[in-house]
């Protein structure tokens, strides 16, 4: 008999990082020379936080600001910038916001050096190869702890109006650089902080039970996921810190670092038709189901389950889901979720939409339409027992 040795295994991730309080300052000079463009939303604007940023960095002059940045970029908006910008001729692009903002930047590093004739929505539908064209140099300085956009080469784009989500992917879209400083993510409220963190916290947890988890990735998907689920603990004690919000950061990083080799798997799939039709902020989509999609995957453990299991919550195997659920009431994601789907139930229905290709397909246990839908009827049993503050 042969002897038996590991698979082979592989991991790239070519982001350049810096982390910390004050990581940004002075980095206009890691820029390249030329016109550059700040992808922002106008709430940063209005708050102070785009002359902050200008300021810390070290150099105001020539910027352009385009701060129309929505939640879940559309397709339609992304084209009306390329058409508005395209002539400018940017040396460099900086994200400045949440995980919509990063995105935004990512796809006008395509599109802006795009040649005219790239259709964005035919690419996404898979009718039209990507431009083989170098993006803008993107430079990603995040103030959401979630997403983990500012390390993976994925970006997520919609047609609400038609209840549809793309996955616009390529290494191509791989930030340059990110500079990520948890002082920038103070002015984050308390139900945005709940739903992002769940998003890492989710992240984690599916580049945990995935197939195409390797040591490496499962190394830093159980560190992210123990500091997701600890800081996590201190929201009911609103605020938090700025070593809490540190850590959240921290947790959202090395989630995306993880997904950005194994993607994400199943909650995200099952995610999407909840956010598209009941408007349930990713995050919060993504993580209420966590506690079932865990126990539906401890039926093919390989052996993976019991030290994440104690790495994150101190726990056994089989405990692990009821600490998961423990702090879903603890941080009030049954009453979160009954504010935008009060009859959880509902969600079966949608399960033929949830199986996205290249995330369904990820999960380390298959799953079918009728398992998504009893999985989401489990769900709603579930959180019908849970105490409600």
């Given amino acids: 008999m042969a002897e038996q040795t590991s698979p082979v295994w592989a991991f790239h991730n070519p982001v350049a990082l810096r982390f910390g309080v004050g990581c940004a300052r ?8 030329g016109p550059r463009l700040l992808v922002t939303t106008r709430g940063m604007v209005k708050r102070g936080m785009v002359q902050r940023l200008l300021a810390d960095l070290g150099n105001a002059e020539g910027w352009e600001i385009l701060d129309a940045v929505t939640t879940n970029p559309e397709v339609s908006a992304l084209e009306s910038h390329r058409a508005a910008l395209k002539a400018k001729k940017f040396a460099a692009l900086v994200s400045f916001g949440g995980g919509s903002a990063v995105d935004t930047a990512k796809v006008l590093s395509i599109l802006l050096g795009a040649p005219d004739d790239f259709d964005l929505r035919a690419h996404l539908e898979g009718k039209v190869p990507m431009p083989d064209v170098p993006p803008v140099p993107h430079y990603a300085i995040p103030t959401t702890s979630g997403t983990g956009a500012e390390v993976t080469p994925f970006a997520t784009v919609w047609a609400t109006a038609e209840g549809k989500k793309f996955s616009f992917a390529s290494p191509r ?33 599916e580049s945990a039970w995935n197939r195409n988890a390797n040591p490496y990735t499962l190394m830093i ?47 995200h799939s099952m995610s999407y038709p909840i956010t598209a039709h009941y408007g349930v902020p990713h995050g919060l989509a993504c993580g209420y189901t966590l506690s079932e999609l865990y126990r539906y995957n ?7 389950f019991e030290p994440l299991a104690r790495a994150v919550a101190g726990c056994g195997r089989e405990q692990f889901a009821d600490a ?33 290709k290249g995330r369904a397909d990820n999960n380390l246990r298959a799953a079918d339409v009728p398992e998504i839908a009893q999985l989401l009827k489990d769900v709603a049993a579930r959180f019908a027992q849970f105490p409600r503050s």
């Avoid at 702090?327 to 033929?352: N, W």
């Fill in 173 to 205: 879209l791989f930030p340059k650089a990110a500079w990520l400083d948890p002082d920038y993510t103070t002015e984050v409220d308390r139900s945005v902080t709940v739903s992002t963190g769940l998003d890492a916290f989710s992240q984690a947890l």
């Fill in 298 to 304: 401890l039926a093919v453990d390989d052996g993976r």
């Fill in 221 to 267: 998907a159980t560190r992210s996921a123990a500091l997701s689920y600890r800081a996590l603990q201190s929201i009911p004690a609103w605020p938090i810190s700025l070593q809490t919000r540190a850590e959240l950061m921290e947790a959202s990083l090395l989630a995306g670092l993880a997904i950005s080799h194994t993607r994400t798997a199943l909650a």
């Fill in 26 to 33: 002075g980095q206009a000079a890691a820029l390249p020379p």
């Fill in 324 to 356: 998961i659920d423990a702090l879903l009431v603890k941080i009030g994601v049954p009453e979160l979720m009954a504010s935008y789907m009060p009859d959880l139930a509902v969600a079966a229905k949608h399960a033929p939409e949830m199986f996205t």
